[in-house]
């Protein structure tokens, strides 16, 4: 578990079928959601593959990924989260009336690619206040520098 970054396995649950459900804690401050880490074995209880929900990270006695491939760390969530809110009010027609739901923000993260998506409802030249969606995505490999922004379905750069 340790070549794939797992520090720790807090639980552990065998379906039906013989697969486990794990839940670890990863190397870096990565955790996965609960449920999302999933342990194969063989006939011999050998681990033959771990999964990340359908990421193999793990097959044939090598890693093929880390947790941090895929998985946000909350100090990247946050960075990306302050960055997007900014990016988004310079759009805006009223960025002073911004109020973002975050309810619907999403942080993905592959091939070192991460995004978030989300809605903020603000005023239009008219008054009204109105709902947008946004989606961010920035370079983590690349000290989190912004790549792609689209607004309203209508990319931005």
Same mark, same amino acid.
């Given at each position: 578990?340790?070549?794939?970054?797992?520090?720790?396995?807090?639980?552990?649950?065998?379906?039906?079928?013989?697969?486990?459900?794990?839940?670890?804690?990863?190397?870096?401050?990565?955790?996965?959601?609960?449920?999302?880490?999933?342990?194969?074995?063989?006939?011999?209880?050998?681990?033959?593959?771990?999964?990340?929900?359908?990421?193999?990270?793990?097959?044939?006695?090598?890693?093929?990924?880390?947790?941090?491939?895929?998985?946000?760390?909350?100090?990247?969530?946050?960075? @990306?989260?302050?960055?997007?809110?900014? @990016?988004?009010?310079?759009?805006?027609?009223?960025?002073?009336?911004?109020?973002?739901?975050?309810?619907?923000?999403?942080?993905?993260?592959?091939?070192?690619?991460?995004?978030?998506?989300?809605?903020?409802?603000?005023?239009?030249?008219?008054?009204?206040?109105?709902?947008?969606?946004?989606?961010?995505?920035?370079?983590?490999?690349?000290?989190?520098?912004?790549?792609?922004?689209?607004?309203?379905?209508?990319?931005?750069?």
């Amino acid at each position: 578990m340790n070549s794939i970054g797992v520090e720790s396995v807090t639980d552990a649950t065998k379906d039906e079928k013989g697969m486990y459900s794990l839940n670890v804690t990863a190397k870096g401050g990565y955790t996965p959601e609960k449920g999302y880490t999933h342990l194969f074995l063989d006939k011999d209880n050998k681990v033959e593959t771990i999964k990340l929900k359908e990421i193999i990270m793990y097959k044939d006695g090598q890693a093929v990924h880390q947790p941090s491939d895929y998985v946000l760390s909350v100090s990247e969530e946050n960075q @990306m989260e302050r960055q997007a809110k900014e @990016m988004v009010k310079k759009v805006l027609k009223a960025p002073t009336t911004a109020e973002f739901d975050y309810k619907t923000f999403r942080y993905f993260k592959l091939n070192g690619i991460g995004t978030i998506i989300g809605t903020v409802d603000s005023q239009n030249s008219f008054g009204a206040m109105i709902r947008s969606n946004f989606k961010v995505q920035f370079d983590c490999n690349d000290n989190m520098k912004p790549i792609h922004m689209s607004f309203e379905g209508n990319e931005i750069f």
